[in-house]
Nanobody, 115 residues
């Protein structure tokens, strides 16, 4: 019902910045939560940041103050601005959308922070 298409990511040096985008299409409700998760090699997928359609945000402690989640409800698009990137941020980042009892995932995009 809902498709999430991600863009952005790539290779960046420590201290650099990247912006991820995720565009949703399909049967999108007016009230939902969109966000970002990440999974590093050998680790479980973890929450990075979420934002409700009403503007409430939630951040994982290690990214708070460095990452900023935003969304354009008219475009059904969520963004993740990542600043002051660290090697520990290296992971596959996944876009997520939750509405009602349904959950949808983007295809994932690699973010590599390395010198």
């Amino acid at each position: 019902q809902v498709q999430l298409v991600q863009s952005g990511g790539g290779l960046v040096e420590p201290g650099g910045s990247l912006r991820l985008s995720c565009a949703a299409s399909g049967s999108i409700f007016s009230g939902n939560v969109m966000g970002w998760y990440r999974q590093a090699p050998g680790q479980q997928r973890e929450l990075v940041a979420t934002m409700t359609s009403g503007g409430y945000t939630n951040y994982e402690d290690s990214v708070a103050g460095r990452f900023t989640i935003s969304r354009n409800n008219a475009k059904n698009t969520v963004y993740l601005q990542m600043n002051t990137l660290k090697p520990g941020d290296t992971a596959v980042y996944y876009c997520n959308c939750r509405q009602g009892d349904s959950e949808y995932w983007g295809q994932g995009t690699q973010v590599t922070v390395s010198s």
